[in-house]
């Protein structure tokens, strides 16, 4: 079941990845829309931004979160738990610092390890302590945007536009080295993203451990109405929160600025309950649960399937490999990711078939342990 989620939420981070950081800079979605490209461009740039933007993420920070409850259950005989839960975390650090530094500077994988270190004492406490750590952590994150000074995210419109045009050129062209020297300059500009983002992710880890301790993922059959209550308030509530932020909505709540604003910020939280509570309602009480059981192995993969997406996109759009940053539309990079998206799947399925693990999660586990794991399936 977690696998399957996971496998779900990699093809919106894959998808908002593509159309917003890869193909183009990560900082033209601050400029004001064009209306360059086809109908289908601004049908595929309105479901990214309207159906996964942040909500992917916020699905894959809520199973990060259940991930480690797992991992500290599992290890509550060992009396090293917090010594290999905080190496565990430790490992995952730097290889988000490599992957950060010298594949691609969108990384998510050191915010969730240092996250994490801050989330593991709280696993100690009960769930009275839990679920108000969330509701402060959720609650700092709608209200930051009121307290950060207008200049926190950076230039004005004019140099962040000449900003966008050097990065396209360095991306597209630049060799190796060249590319890595911009991504390693441009760090200091998105770290504030992650700051914005990090009560959030904080506040859904917590609640991906409550959501296991309550035991939804182990016997969901016991939680039917839970769960279809929270997928269809998920649902309908988080994207009537979201299409708050459309240009026509906003004048008939202008003296509302302050709540509208945080229930726009709250959605992504929403959607993100709302995808995980639907998917999981569908693979346990309707037929579907074949079907989605395909992206079984891709979830289950999902670190070495994340890292991979960084390594092909990067060859495909950098100067060093194929130049085609900045040069395809929204439609045609969703093609292309959807196409890498089920190559994964098919790859998922081959290798764990002969493999006990991914690549990197083999990798990961080892070093966390200290010993080396086991590798391959037996066979007899």
Known sequence: MIDVLRGVALFGVLSVNLITEFRVSLFRQFLPPTME??????????????????????LFSLLFGIGLAIQFERLAANAQRLTLLVRRLLVLLGFG???LCFIWNGDILTEYALIGLTVLPFLYASNRVLIAACVMGLLSYAAMPWWLP???????EAALRQYVQVATSVYSSGTWSEVVRFNLAEIPRIVPLHVLVAPRTFALFLLGALAWRSGMFRHPERHRRVLIGAAVLGLVLGLGMNLLE???AGSPWRGLAPV?????????????????ATCIALCTFTGTQRLL??????????????????LIFGWIFFGYGLGLFGR???SQAMWLGMAVYLGQVLVSHWWLKRHRFGPMEWLWRTLMYGVRQPWRVKTR
Do not use: C
């Not at 490209?37 to 916020?58: P, Q, T």
């Not at 945080?262 to 995980?276: C, E, Q, S």
């Open 37 to 58: 490209g086809s109908h289908l461009d601004h049908v595929v740039d309105a479901v990214v931004s309207i159906g996964m933007e942040s909500k992917a993420f916020a």
């Open 97 to 99: 610092i490599l992957h």
């Open 150 to 156: 207008d200049s926190f995210l950076g230039p004005d």
């Open 246 to 248: 459309l240009p026509e």
């Open 260 to 276: 509208v604003s945080a229930l726009i910020t709250l959605a992504p939280v929403l959607l993100a309950i709302g995808y995980g």
């Open 293 to 310: 059981s395909l992206l079984g192995p891709l979830g289950r993969m999902a670190f070495s399937n994340y890292l991979a997406q960084s």
């Open 328 to 330: 395809l539309s929204s």
